[in-house]
């Protein structure tokens, strides 16, 4: 049986709602999802302990923050060999700029979102820490002109 398969249309109504709002209490979300408290807190502690649940955050307004520009990078490795990879994934992680690192199956090999304050901000990141990680070969970067769909336009909207 799949991890799909064993959550049934409360357990999915549970994670829809606290994905919208992590804050409700255990009385609301038993209200929206149809249980009483008990039964509800009960699903939740399961949902935690199988790891459906992995944690409760806050989400920040990157842009209040003064921290509105957005790149995607292109990462093209000069070996992708077990050493390489590891050197680089643990480098990356260092980098606060870095929101995201995908390995990708295409003709580069990973894909970074950074966020900085703005086009010279991220001329030094690019420039100092992601052109200085192990293994890069080259970069391509993208810039944002606009989020159109993202969790923080989501939330703003009221969804």
Known sequence: MTKKEELDRIDHAILRELQKNARLTITELASRVGLSKTPCQLRM?????????LGYVALVNQTRLGENHIAFV???????????LDAFNEAVRQIPEVEQCHMIAAGFDYLLKVRTSGMEAYRQVLGEHISALPYVQQTSTYAVMESVKDIESH???GS
């Not at 502690?45 to 649940?53: A, M």
């Not at 292109?74 to 390489?84: G, I, N, P």
Request: hydrophobic share 35%; no cysteine.
């Open 45 to 53: 502690k399961k949902l935690e302990d199988q790891g459906y649940i």
């Open 74 to 84: 292109q990462v093209k490795l000069a070996d992708t060999r077990s050493k390489a």
């Open 155 to 157: 939330l703003l909207e």
